[in-house]
Structures are given as C-alpha cells and as structure tokens.
C-alpha cells in the first residue's frame, strides 16, 4: 500500500503539530511528511479541508461477543467502529460468557484479528469480579496478563466497597485503572428516567442523580486511601464533574469520560416514550450538560467515549420501561462531538483530538500515536465542515437504536488507516 495523502490538516497534540501538509504512506507507515511531496505510483488523495489525526480510541463499548451476535458482533462492531472513525476501541465484558476469563479474552483478540484484515484495534477490558455478580474478584493478574487494558464491572456497579478497594490495590500492580458504572443500585433500582420535572409529568420511575454521585464520592476516597487508578465511565450529572474536579485538585489518580449523548440530549428529549432515548445513566438536565461542558472545557473530563450499546429492534420496540438501556452511538460520536463542542467553541480542535485519541491511551496506558515520518500511520481522517443527516438505517452496526434518526449534524468520518489497512467512509 502507497497513499499520499495530500494537504490535510494534521493536528497531532502529542507532537504539537498544527499545520496543512503531505503525508506519504507505504506498506502502513509514514514514510514522508512535508508540503509539495511527490510520489509516481502512489494513489493520492486530496485531503484539503480535512483533519488528519491520531487514530481516535473509544474506551467503551459493547460488541456483544460472544453471546449476543444477534445485537452485534466482533466484526460488526469493528465495521461500526471504522465507519465512525475510529481505529481501537476497548470492550465491555458484560457479555455471555463475560470476560472474566483468559480464554473469553482469547477469543476475542482472535475475532478482532479476523475482522476488517485488524484495522481496528480491539482491547479488552476484563470484569472486575466473576461473572459480574459482585460477590468475589475475578482473577485479575490472569486477565491483565492475557491482555486486559482495564477492568470494570459495567452495565453494573462495584458495590462492595470492600471488594472495590481491593480491586484498585491489586489492579495498581499491573498499571491498570478500574472502570465504574458509577450507581447506587439501591437508589437507583427499578428506576429508567432522571428524578425531576419530566419524569414525574411521564410518570416514569426515577434515577435520581444521587445515586451516581455517592458511588463516585465512595469511589474517590476509596481511590485516594489505596492509590489505585480510578475512572468513572460516562459521567452525566453536575454534582459527579465537580467531585472529579475536586479529587484531581488533591491529586487522586481519578479521570472520567462523558457520551456525546450526555452533552447534546436532556430528559426533555423522553417526551415521545422513545425507548432510544432510554439509557443509563439517563439523560439529565440542561444544568447537568452545561457542567460537562465546562468539565470538557477545563480538562476534568479526559475523555469522550460513546458507551456503544447495540440492541435489536424487537427489543426496543417495547414499553418504555421494560425496554433495554443503550443506545449505539460509534457513528455519530464525531458528528455530536464537532456540532456541539467544536462548533459552539467548547473544546478547540487539539482538544477534540486529545479527547478522542491522546487521552485515552494515556488512561489506559496504551502506546501513544504520533504523526512524524518513520511512525506506523494509525489516523483518523475527519472532515469538521460536512453537513449530514443522521440515517440509522444506513449504519455499519447491525443495530439502529440511536435516538438520532434525522438528526442534522455537522462533522463527519472520511477515513480510517491502521495496521497496513485503509477504510474510506466516503469517496476519495
């Protein structure tokens, strides 16, 4: 493979690269970087008004396998995946079985090998207890040693405060940070809507924003007593940014990430009983995306991450209530992410580009991406000026629950390139 890829607009924040020039690509890495280059036989393709970065990482999703192929698979996931822009993602365990054993781990690296030829780099992040019951430690030196970039316990909460504290002290020894679905189940349960004036005009039960916001405080002192490496996944309320905010203040090994989901949508949005407007955490208030806002803007939220979470249409085709949580969110993440951050001058393009791609690796302790000559090309090529219309219909995934159907978005994927392997979402 010989590309040119010709005046795009590197934006690499490892490096502090900003400018509009060549990249000469073969056999998967960068061979030339610099302005004018030439390259007889290479294809070129013209990349004026795109972003070239590095390969964007989304730190959570689901992808189902093994156990649930009919939502979506390896392969499935990782075409989602391309087709958004991203070239790694870190998996969930919360499949069946989970992924609290070496052999699931196993599996799933020979999956994602298989898919796409490996475009997309696909890290496993091992359940903190077995089976993901809350009750015992799964074998966590067994798991980080196979491969586990992390470990959570998500869809559910670490609970036990005794069992969470050991999981960061044991986790610590292999540099590996523990993922909460921050929640008190006991606040929390039987709820589907956040508590306020929305929910108790739809009569729905609630999921007070309480109940995140005592799970993160636990977690933080749990955190700074152990010093193990803490991370609160898809934080949504006020109250859980300015806890992470004041935790970082005091130095605790504590980050986060947020959903585009939870900075674009409010509860107002559950009016029609969509059940692809059902997630959890749920959608909050104004107030609440307002506070991640200033969370991205001011680096107390590290990360964007989508929470991709595939389900198939005859399960969300239900009450409201009885409806599964999740919504599938790879293919619109740069869209939501440029239309409401970048183009309402929240974040600046290095900082879109550090959310996406530099510090999640950094949480994870994954190998950084730099975008200079002799380095292995791993880009994400994005153009920030494309006007589209969200189509559900027309996703990779092989579900459609998104709450964005018809949604009109600004910024959109061109292409990805990642281990000797290209994918263009639209024409060159």
Not at 307 to 334: C, M, N, R, Y
Not at 370 to 392: C, K, Q, S, Y
């Given at each position: ?189 039987g709820g589907v809507a956040n508590e306020g004036f929305v929910s108790t005009q739809l009569g729905l039960p609630v999921i007070p924003r309480l109940a995140e916001e005592v799970m993160v405080v636990r977690d933080i002192r749990l955190a700074e007593y152990t010093g193990g490496q803490y991370h609160v996944a898809h934080v949504s309320t006020a109250e859980a940014v300015a806890a992470v905010r004041a935790a970082k203040a005091k130095g605790v090994p504590v980050t986060c990430e947020v959903a585009p989901h939870h900075f674009t949508l409010t509860d107002e949005a559950l009016r029609g009983y969509d059940t692809n407007t059902k997630m959890n955490p749920p959608l909050r208030t104004h107030g609440d995306i307002e506070a991640i806002k200033e969370g991205l803007r001011d680096g ?129």
């Open positions: 493979m010989q590309l040119l890829l010709k005046n795009g607009r590197v934006v690499d924040p490892v490096t502090g690269r900003d400018e509009e020039m060549d990249l000469l690509i073969v056999d998967g890495r960068i061979e030339k970087t610099g302005k004018g280059l030439a390259a007889p036989g290479a294809q070129a393709i013209e990349l004026r008004g795109k972003v070239v970065a590095p390969g964007f990482l989304d730190m959570h999703v689901h992808f189902r396998e093994p156990g649930f192929e009919y939502k979506e698979t390896i392969a499935s996931g990782c075409a989602s995946a391309a087709a958004g822009g991203f070239t790694a993602v870190c998996c969930m365990p919360n499949t069946n079985p989970p992924i609290d054993d070496e052999s699931v781990i196993r599996f799933i690296q020979s999956k994602a090998k298989e898919a796409l030829n490996g475009l997309v780099d696909v890290y496993p992040i091992g359940a903190v207890t077995m089976g993901r019951k809350g009750e015992h430690l799964a074998p966590l030196a067994e798991l980080a040693t196979a491969g586990a970039v992390a470990f959570s316990d998500d869809g559910s909460p670490v609970f036990d405060s005794e069992l969470m504290r050991r999981a960061l002290e044991y986790s610590a020894m292999y540099k590996k940070p523990v993922i909460q679905h921050a929640e008190d189940p006991a606040l929390s349960k107390t939220i590290d990360a964007i991450a989508t929470d991709h979470a595939p389900h198939s249409f005859d399960e969300k085709e239900v009450e409201f209530q009885v409806a599964p949580f999740g919504i599938v969110g790879l293919e619109t993440a740069i869209g939501l992410a440029v239309t409401e951050l970048l183009r309402k001058n929240v974040l600046t393009l290095t900082q879109l580009v550090e959310k996406f791609s530099v510090n999640p690796r950094r949480i994870l302790h994954l190998p950084e991406i730099r975008i200079e000559a002799g380095a292995m090309a791993n880009l994400t090529i994005f153009d920030p000026a494309a006007d589209w219309v969200v189509h559900p219909q027309a996703f990779r995934s092989q579900s459609r629950n998104s709450p964005f159907g018809g949604f009109k978005l600004t910024g959109r994927a061109v292409g990805v390139l990642n281990n000797g392997q290209a994918s263009w979402a639209t024409p060159s």
